[in-house]
C-alpha cells in the first residue's frame, strides 16, 4: 500500500551534515495527508522519535537535536528530508523514515532504516 525508502546515510566526521531523504510511494496514499517523522535506534536501545512535521508543515525535534537538524517535506516529490547538521557521534543510529496516517486510530508506515555513523 505505501512504500517508504529511506537514502542518505553514511559516514561523517563529528562537525559535519547529512541530508537523509524519505520517497514515500503507493496507490492509496501521498504523503500530503500523512505525518512524517525520523526516528533513529543505536544498539541496545529503544527507537525514539527524532523530528516530526505535520500534514501542515508544523515541525517538532527531540532535545538533542533542536539547532542542529531540520526537517522538512515536498509534498509534491512525496519526500520528506532530515537535514543533519553538526553530527555528534551520539548521533550514530539507524535512522527510519515513518509515515501515520491520519485516520481514526492512526496507522504507521515504517522505512527499512538507513545508517548513520559519526566518528569522533
Known amino acids: 500500500q505505501v512504500q517508504l525508502v529511506e537514502s542518505g546515510g553514511g559516514l561523517v566526521q563529528a562537525g559535519g551534515s547529512l541530508r537523509l531523504s524519505c520517497v514515500a510511494s503507493g496507490r492509496d496514499f501521498s504523503i500530503n495527508a500523512m505525518a512524517m517523522g525520523w526516528y533513529r535506534q543505536a544498539p541496545g536501545k529503544q527507537r525514539e522519535l527524532v523530528a516530526g512535521?505535520?500534514?501542515?508543515?508544523?515541525?517538532s525535534y527531540v532535545d538533542s537535536v533542536k539547532g542542529r537538524f531540520t526537517i522538512s517535506r515536498d509534498n509534491a516529490k512525496n519526500t520528506v528530508y532530515l537535514q543533519m547538521n553538526n553530527l555528534k557521534p551520539e548521533d550514530t543510529a539507524v535512522y527510519y523514515c515513518n509515515a501515520r496516517v491520519m485516520l481514526v486510530v492512526p496507522f504507521d508506515y515504517w522505512g527499512q532504516g538507513t545508517q548513520v555513523t559519526v566518528s569522533s
Open positions: 512535521i505535520s500534514s501542515s508543515g508544523s515541525t
